[in-house]
């Protein structure tokens, strides 16, 4: 077993990037106590300015462009989730397909319109079925994260904007290092609960115990998997309603809405743009990239690990030295809704990992 690495961010040591953090925190502290918000990007404006891009896009259907890659169909029915399994039957799918899925979420207002574990369950059906067709188990998900909308019913368990995780960080470690020890060969980190810092977090995480553990570790938000789907990440509007509308019916109940603005929800009005078809069109997106990931990362020699951890490295380096550097943490994301980093879920199946890299300094 590796050594235990330091909690802070080691990969990052000597290039700056983790010094940058510090000062973005300490200035946002700063700016908090000053209450001068209002010149900076934040997340309800990443979401309307993705709501744009989406609209420009033609819609969901439109914006799709070509099929997402097929995974080779496996039972539709198989049993994937580990708390559900005996342990013969683990030893079995393990053998078959050594990858391990964790979806993230919180508990959080998604409008009056969704319940508020949107995020968790949506990461978890998605991995569900992206386990069943590329092989794989699904661990459960992880209600808790860093920050959420000031809204009833919100659970913040660590603050929105601090990269400094004394949760989710040491979390993810353990995870990893556990899937390890007991077999598996690729850990997929799929979070549907994205604040700026929750993606930067998971990432920067993933990437440490890539290179700690020496076998691929992803961690993403699932709307990087359909940039090119027109899916910019939203919060209860277009995106995230539509896929729940597909993916758990249920959950979902359009007549709660009343006039737009809808309280809590950053995006594509929901109730005019939402659709079970448009979530179905997401989803494939999504589980099919997820599925292919899954069948190859436990293939991956060391070589192509190593690619990978490079891209994914530069990718959450130029989040965290954009953040310090306008001195918000949302500065990374400023050109996703306008077509940044489209490509990043067809880059990243297809092993074209410098292409990601390079990608990422265009943000």
Known sequence: MPALIPRAPGIYHGSGVWRAAAALAEATRARKGRNAMRNNV????????????????GGAAAAAGGEAPAAAPRDPDREVRIERL????????VQACPTLFQPLGTVEWHGYHSITGVDA???????????RRGGGLVAPPLYGGLGGLTEPYTFVIEPEDDLFSVLLRP?????????VRHGFRAVIVLTGHYGAAQQIVVREAAVRMTRVLGVPVLGTPEYFLALDAGYTGDHAAWGETSLMMHLDPP?????????????????RDPKE???????????????????????????WDAATTARFAAAEAALVNRQIALAAREKTIWAGWRKVPGGALASYGDLLVQGRFEEIAAQAETL
């Open 273 to 299: 743009f939402a659709s079970a078809e448009d979530g179905a069109m997401l989803a494939e997106r999504i589980a099919g990239r997820l599925a292919l990931l899954a069948a190859r990362m436990p293939a």
């Open 86 to 93: 005996r342990p013969r039957e683990i030893d079995k799918a």
């Open 121 to 131: 369950i949506k990461a978890y059906l998605l991995c569900i079925r992206a386990a």
């Open 251 to 267: 959950s979902v109940d359009l007549t709660q809405l009343g006039e737009a603005p809808h309280r809590g929800v950053g995006g």
């Open 171 to 179: 979390w993810i470690e353990r995870l990893c290092r556990e899937a």
């Open 42 to 57: 934040t997340r309800r404006d990443f979401v309307a300015g993705a709501a744009c891009f989406t609209a420009a896009a």
